[in-house]
Nanobody, 123 residues
Framework: QVQLVESGGGLVQAAGSLRLSCAAS????????MGWFRQGPGKEREFVAAINWRGGSTDYADSVKGRFTISRDNAKNTVYLQMNSLKPEDTAVYYCAADSTMIRPTTPPPRYWGQGTQVTVSS
């Protein structure tokens, strides 16, 4: 069993930056692929970014490419999402997820999820 806890959300002005963290416990995430999803107000949950267990392969939604960066520190059992050049449309609850296989926009939902952290971008 893997427990995931997100942190780092908050209120930021457009063009600003935030770094989200996802701390895992229960089991090491060393062999798990990790990902970030988000759900904006009145919207369905959507894929944001993912990283394989080694950290050598990443995937991003087109809407965040060039602005967001996913990374991981397996020694700290933590995954990060660096978000730059934030836009009001990035406002959402951001969720961390883990699975034994690489997370893609088209794959079944990951097995493990965090509770989410709110990101609000003001214009």
């Amino acid at each position: 069993q893997v427990q995931l806890v997100e942190s780092g959300g908050g209120l930021v002005q457009a063009a600003g930056s935030l770094r989200l963290s996802c701390a895992a416990s229960g089991r090491t995430i060393r062999t798990y692929a990790m990902g970030w999803f988000r759900q904006g107000p009145g919207k369905e949950r959507e894929f944001v970014a993912a990283i394989n267990w080694r950290g050598g392969s990443t995937d991003y939604a087109d809407s965040v490419k060039g602005r967001f960066t996913i990374s991981r520190d397996n020694a700290k059992n933590t995954v990060y999402l660096q978000m730059n050049s934030l836009k009001p449309e990035d406002t959402a609850v951001y969720y961390c997820a883990a699975d034994s296989t690489m997370i893609r926009p088209t794959t079944p939902p990951p097995r493990y999820w965090g509770q989410g952290t709110q990101v609000t971008v003001s214009s």
